[in-house]
């Protein structure tokens, strides 16, 4: 080894060693700012000029840092940022300027103007332009070092030869122009001792583009060693531009991995016809001001959401709960913004506007949950956090062995395995392997009636072996209805159901309610009783003009001495099969009876059928007698039942069976669900039960249909599916990638990797992760 090969070698490990301290070490530590005695702030920023998700983590990792921040959310494909930071300590602009900082921007967006999503077609511009200008130039450079050499010998392209100038300058065009916002980043992220995807481009390229200029304008300090001054300007150049190709391809398809949040937004009204003053005016949607009255027309979208107060018609929920067939409101009844009116005119009262709309909550729920990070991103993060670091130092380490070690030229060999390790190593595409299949996910999930809070209830979602099915409200509609009507002699059901209506028309227990119902919808005329009374133990006694009427229990029958003993099998029948039987009596005799039954759901038995063929366990859990439960199992389809249990208890029941062993998701749409809900691993509100439920859940089926627990589920394999697959490309091209561009096929093959080559390598790797992420939009 001569002198030089010394030199070179202790410069290396200085080098490494200087790196690593760089990165990893010297930082001080900050104290941050006790939670409990902070106050908090939550922003939200529009973050411009990434190229990269590691782009996004130096972003992440310079706020983590910064004293009054608590907590930091980055979501590279919706190019946003969400900073819980305490606002004595910093404010929104200074959290821009530490942004800034980096060589990015942060924009602050209002949160009345959800819609200013950042502008990716901006986005794909500004990319086009600049590799159109790349291009442009970057095709002379290639072809005079292509061409000449073949006609003039390789004294055409060196120096002092006149085309190397024109290269130059060309050259220089295309790195401080087509590539400023590469360095400019990269720049940033130094000076902030971060690092991200821009740090590999800049070094490879800026080394070989100053070798090349060194070479060129002072060739002497080759020639004088017995060197040709070789020049890389077509190898920049070439990079450069095939980066930016990547780049716009990468860009065009992240942009619609935002599409369904897009098509959400674009379901809303434009304007509302409302009632100010006794006249009819159109106004924009944001002058809607809750309690207004607004008047919809058949074809129409419903502006906000609100209550019917006068008409009726069909409305067509599709676009938010999945459901293709029109749903029948009448006055009373709830109407959701951007839904469609089909056949009737109706008025309804605004009840929420603007950000309190359901429409605006979906999208700020699917937001949120493509902020969040799964549970296996954190290893890719983990692994793109130390990833450029180390591969500026393999980077180096190549440099020195082939510059030792490497045949005649070795500056030659060490200078071109030096780029081409750190043109083709992809952090972009460890970046992009959770995060981009994540957002697709929640967006399919939004657009099925489906709100997924987190990605990881997405992933959670795909190790579920046990559903535990709440009864009421969930495999039922949760509130009773007639299901039958049995008179004896002398009787006919119209007949006896015009006498219960009549006597109930008083009463507001939902059973009476239900028997009312039932005969104003079959046209009976109803009247009202002219004596009502509710009497203790389950029963009514009312007078209908002269006749006296009592409806109840057997024992209420029994201790008015009324015989039932003519319908006694009937009644036991069923009860059975789960209904609540209710006698009823005329003047003192026996008439007839009624059952009632909270119904099951259309929809119900096919769903938990399709649980089954996934493969999961299906447990009913229920607070009614083994009786009624074992009745409704039986017609659904579920073998194993939880009956009697007592709101308090359910927690405590899913908590047994996540002993056994399992990952429980527990569905439920009450009050007393809650518990339960937070208890199992992953919690499913039907949308059409309470707010605390939703809020316990993890997922919220919005529509209340069954199915939509089979879809999450199916939608989450799919997800993680497609994450490992990405994950598994994204490993196997660096794993295999980097050995190379350093020369291990060298010994063998006796070939060296053209920067050139791994500059286009890079690119597909990170275009072949998007493109298989976008699959997930054909998921049905």
């Known amino acids: 080894m001569q002198t030089t090969d010394y030199a070179v070698s202790g410069a290396g490990i ?14 001080p530590t900050r104290e941050r700012v006790a939670t409990d005695a902070a106050e908090k702030v939550e922003s939200d920023f529009a973050v411009g000029g990434i190229h990269c998700p590691s782009c996004m983590i130096a972003i992440e990792k310079v706020l983590r840092n910064a004293d009054g921040v608590m907590e930091v959310a980055t979501n590279f494909d919706s190019a946003r940022a969400t900073v819980a930071y305490d606002p004595r300590t910093l404010s929104a602009e200074d959290i821009a300027e530490k942004v800034g900082r980096l060589g990015y921007s942060a924009t602050p967006i209002e949160h009345d103007q ?28 290639l072809l ?3 061409i000449l050499p073949i006609i003039y010998g390789m004294a055409a392209v060196m120096p002092p030869s006149p085309v190397v100038y024109v290269q130059f300058a060309l050259t220089s065009v295309v790195l401080f122009y087509a590539a400023w916002r590469i360095y400019k980043s990269a720049w940033g992220s130094i000076t902030n001792r971060a690092s991200d995807m821009n740090v590999l481009i800049a070094l490879g390229t800026f080394a070989a583009y100053i070798y090349s200029l060194v ?9 004088s060693h017995k060197m040709e001054p070789h020049v890389y300007y077509e190898t920049v150049a070439v990079i450069i531009t095939l980066i930016l190709t990547g780049k716009l391809l990468e860009t065009r398809a992240r942009s619609h991995t935002s599409d369904a949040i897009k098509r959400i937004l674009s379901l809303q009204a434009r304007t509302a016809r409302v009632i100010r003053d006794g006249s009819e005016i159109d106004i924009p949607i944001e002058d809607v001001r809750v309690g207004e009255i607004i008047i919809v027309r058949p074809g129409e979208k419903i502006p906000t959401d609100g209550v019917i107060t006068d008409g009726s018609s ?13 749903v029948d409101k009448q006055p009373g009844d709830k109407v959701i913004g951007a839904t469609i009116n089909k056949t009737g005119s109706f008025t309804f009262e605004a009840r929420k506007v603007g950000r309190d709309t359901m429409l605006a909550q979906i999208v700020k729920l699917v937001r949120q949950a493509q902020a969040t990070k799964a549970p296996i991103q954190r290893l890719a993060d983990q692994v793109a956090g130390v990833f450029v670091p180390v591969v500026v130092c393999i980077a180096v380490a190549a440099f020195v062995v082939w510059y030792v070690f490497g045949p005649s030229p070795s500056i030659t060999y060490a200078l071109v395995s030096f780029v081409a390790v750190l043109i083709i190593a992809c952090p972009c595409a460890l970046g992009l392997a959770t995060p981009t299949a994540v957002a697709i996910g929640t967006g399919k999930g939004a657009e099925n009636g489906i709100l997924i809070r987190s990605a990881e209830a997405l992933e959670i979602a795909r190790q579920i072996t046990v559903v535990v099915l709440d009864k009421t409200g969930t495999i039922t509609l949760g509130e009773p209805a007639l299901t039958d009507v049995v008179p004896l002699d002398g009787y006919t059901e119209d007949r006896l159901l015009t006498l219960a209506a009549s006597a109930e028309k008083g009463s507001e227990h939902p059973v009476g309610s239900a028997i009312v119902k039932s005969a104003e919808s079959r046209g009976l005329q109803v009247d009202h009783p002219t004596l009502f009374e509710a009497l203790p133990g389950g029963g009514i006694r009312a007078k209908l003009d002269s006749i006296d009427v009592l409806i109840g229990t057997a024992r209420l029958m029994l201790d008015n001495d009324v015989d039932t003993s003519q319908l006694d099998s009937a009644a ?4 059975l099969r789960g209904k609540t039987v209710m006698y009823v009596a005329s003047d003192g005799k026996i008439a007839g009876l009624i059952a009632v039954a909270d119904t099951i759901k259309p929809e119900s038995k096919s769903a938990i059928a399709r649980l089954e063929r996934l493969g999961l366990r299906v447990v009913m859990i229920t607070g009614d007698n083994p009786q009624t439960a074992n009745a409704v199992a039986s017609e659904v389809g579920v073998d194993e039942v939880m009956a009697e249990v007592l709101p308090g208890e359910k927690a405590s029941a899913v908590e047994s069976i996540q002993r056994q062993g399992n990952k429980v998701a527990m569905v439920g749409d009450g009050i007393n669900d809650a518990p339960a809900l937070a208890q199992a691993d992953l919690g499913i509100a039907i949308g059409s039960g309470t707010d605390i439920a939703i809020e316990s859940s993890d997922i919220t089926l919005i529509s209340g249909d069954l199915n939509g627990v089979a879809t999450a589920i199916e939608l989450s394999r799919a997800t993680m599916r497609n994450i490992k697959q990405n994950l598994f490309f994204a490993f196997v091209y660096n794993t295999l990638g980097i050995p190379i561009a350093a020369g291990a096929l060298y010994p063998a093959l006796g070939v060296m990797l053209n920067p050139m080559i791994a500059s286009a390598a890079m690119a597909a790797s990170s275009l072949s992760v998007v493109t298989n992420a976008l699959r997930l939009k054909k998921f049905s």
Do not use: N
């Open 215 to 223: 070479a060129t304008f002072a060739p002497g300090l080759f020639t």
């Open 572 to 575: 036991g029948e069923l009860r």
């Open 314 to 326: 069909a409305i067509d929920e599709s676009m938010i709960t999945g459901e293709s067939v029109p």
């Open 144 to 146: 005079t070092s292509m």
């Open 14 to 27: 200085a080098s490494i060693i200087l790196i690593l301290w760089f990165f990893f070490g010297g930082k």
């Open 114 to 141: 959800e819609e200013s999503a950042p502008d990716m077609e901006a986005e794909v511009r500004d990319v086009r332009a600049r590799l159109i200008v790349s291009a442009t130039l970057t095709v002379p450079v």
